[in-house]
């Protein structure tokens, strides 16, 4: 079965610095690909998907990710933090057998001012 | 524009009981999920569906049961409830291998 790993679950940055949010997946075929973000006491929110066609996707807010299939990553990135970024951050893969999606354990984004 | 209606929105049960957490989409996805999210663990598929009358297991289905009888409907059954089902609980629907779209949770706490 696949799977996501998020690494860190905690990511601190100062409003205006870079973010970047890791996502490694478990894949010999390139799989599905999403983020998604949940604000505090919602639901999950789609940030952006890859599906096979551009590797770099660009999403709502300013967020992107690069699609890297020689490193297996799917690494989240915005140029420039904002305090509306404070968040948490879901990576998730569709399984290639089942269509199911699996989501990663998380990262909680902070940002200062 | 509903999406993914889940009700209620937050429970509080003893341990014993039982209780159903309704879910409904107005999409026509095939795929419906439940998941349940404990902080730090991320989201744990408890069981899915991949359309009218097929369920399967996922990750910690244990203490739980579903049924999918259409389109619309995927309700989430606790029979026994124990403290380690409090939770937030969320259901999602999807066309396979698609973007999910959720509901706005359920906050359950088993007392």
């Known amino acids: 079965a696949q799977s996501v790993t998020q690494l860190g679950s905690h990511v601190s940055v100062s409003e205006g610095a870079l973010v970047l949010l890791r996502c490694n997946y478990s894949?010999?075929?390139?799989?599905?690909l999403f983020w998604y973000v949940q604000y505090p006491n919602q639901g999950l929110q789609l940030l952006l998907k890859?599906?096979?066609?551009?590797?770099l996707v660009k999403g709502i807010n300013g967020f992107e990710a690069e699609f890297k299939k020689s490193e297996t990553s799917f690494h989240l990135t915005k140029p420039s933090a904002h305090m509306s970024d404070a968040a948490e951050y879901f990576c998730?893969?569709?399984?290639?057998?089942?269509?199911?999606?699996?989501f990663g354990t998380g990262t909680r984004l902070q940002v200062f001012p | 524009n509903a999406g993914v209606t889940q009700t209620p929105k937050f429970r509080i049960l003893k341990i014993g009981q039982s209780m159903t957490l309704q879910c409904t989409q107005d999409?026509?996805?095939?795929?419906m999920y439940w998941y349940r999210q404990d902080p730090g663990m991320g989201l744990k598929l408890i069981y899915y569906s991949v359309g009218a009358g097929i369920t399967d297991k996922g990750e910690v289905p244990n203490g739980y049961n579903v049924s999918r009888s259409t389109t619309e409907d995927f309700p989430l059954r606790l029979e026994l409830a124990a403290p380690s089902q409090t939770s937030v609980y969320f259901c999602a629907s999807s066309y396979a291998g698609q973007e999910a779209f959720f509901g706005q949770g359920t906050r359950l706490t088993v007392v």
């Open positions: 894949s010999s075929v390139p799989p599905y």
């Open positions: 999409m026509n996805h095939n795929y």
């Open positions: 998730a893969v569709s399984d290639q057998g089942t269509d199911k999606l699996i």
């Open positions: 890859y599906t096979s066609a551009a590797t």
